[in-house]
């Protein structure tokens, strides 16, 4: 059943140059869906339109059957969640602080969270690996401490759809592959939504139910990883020469760069 | 205290706010009660507490002093204070800088413009006169500043903070060109450029009073809204924060203040910037907090600050803005050299 219909969505952010052309999009309830594809394709456009950050000029976005256009922002606040690729970070919150700015959505016309409040953020920064840095100022951590800090934050929403702007982007590979995992198993433990837009097709292979592949602004392929990520369909798409076979050590794709 | 201390801090709870904001109100009435008390004659703290609540008999001359005389400044001095550091505090949070302050706008210019012109046109003011004639010109420059940045039917940051600082440079410029071709006047012009709070009557007070603090009530109410905003607009938004009418009021709300501060006290500088800077070192840069104590801070600070300038060189006194100089760019130097 699909928990977001994209139907016939187009975009542009200036008059004649369309970002987003006529895209049809399922994401059914429960699935970890990637968005790839080369830089300007309209992934992040994509996921701005989903979380309704922008409106698109044509076609309809619906959530659970009904329009997005029909929500308050505080109700898509309390059913999706988004994590931007570009966090500012100028004052010193302390992760805990940023956390449970999570709860907003949820304690609307309160001037203080309550302690079920406090309960979800730390399991939040359990789930995220960030605990022990609870009383830091988020300025004081490195790209990947902060870039988990927000994904708790986005977990404390208690959402039920989760969208990610490139969420491994100042990862090391030992994070980027812990939060792969985490998003995997959230998916599939407590049936969240995941959709999250990433140029590592490696980990999106492993990881993902299913790839949707842009395309300046369209939706080249969609499907599971080995029916989306073939030799040919990346040579159209990046440009790029590739060897695909299979991951020694999973059943998913595996994806190697030639020239 | 360490736990009130910005490194390793606890979210805020409601016991926690309470107690600063109770502290921090203590210090400013003990700050009040020293501006009542001293002055070219002393009045003794026995006497002032007297003739402000009428608990014990006071000498009438002393009650002439500290009532009619020092507390319409005091009270002033409180508001200009508190208002500059809210709307400074305000700015901050929607620019995400912690470098922005009351007069980016420009309108402190536009409020200058307008009270040379009346010092210019009409010598022998009254009490009405200028602050009017100032706060027509904030609100001409506020009306420009938001038309010239209003674009798709929203207030972009940059395009504000820009068209603010030219419309500003602009009427700095005629500031400048006013004085040059009415300069018998220029004494006066001089001192409002610097801020100057010894026009203090209970008239300024009534403009410029129920004007700041009413304008202060919502910027408490978004509070923590701009904690969110303070993390990035598409964070706000996602998190249901309508970022464009926050944005719009909270622009008319540090627009309004900043007016009606200019309007009775000139350009008294450096509050705005360093109070909510320093508050934020203090206590953290949760706004439900930083706010308040922004305004009791900001308060307390510029109290003594004029009590200083009208204390320092007495009879003769000093203008407040050039304290507050002399004391905030040093200090403000000392913060950003220790980051």
Redesign the interface.
Known sequence: MAVLTVDNVSFSYVAGIPTLRNVSLAVHRGEFLTLVGPNGSGKSTLLKILDRIFLPDEGNIALDGTPLATFTRADIARKMAYVPQDREGVFPFTVEEIVLMGRAPHTAGMVFEGEGDREVARKMMGLTDIGHLASHPVTNLSGGERQRAFIARALAQQPEVLLLDEPTAHLDIAHQVDIFRLLRSLSVDTGLTVVSVTHDLNLAAMYSDRIAMLQCGTIAAAGTPSEVLTVDRIRDVFRAEVVVDLHPAATAPRVTVLR | MNQFL?????????RRLAFILGVLTAILASAGLLALSVGSVAVPFRAVIGSCTGLFPVDSLERLIVIDIRLPRVLLAFLVGAGLSVAGAVLQ?LL???LAEPYILGISSGGTMGTILAIALASGIGHIVAPAASFAGSALVMLLVYALAHRRGQLEPYTLLLAGVMVGAFFNALVLLTVALFNQELRNAFLWLMGNLSGASMDALLIAGPLTLLATIPAFVFA?QY??I???D??A??????VRALRRRSYAIASIITGAVVSVSGVVGFVGLIIPHVT?MIF???H?LLIPASFLLGGTFLILADTLARTIIAPAEIPVGAVTAVIGAPVFIYLLRRR
């Not at chain 2, 910005?6 to 409601?14: A, F, K, N, V």
């Not at chain 2, 938004?237 to 309508?242: K, P, S």
């Open positions: 910005p490194d390793r801090r606890s979210p805020l709870t409601p949070a995400r800088n912690p923590r904690n969110l303070a993390t990035g598409e964070t938004l996602q998190l249901g924060v309508d934020r953290g840069p949760d439900r």
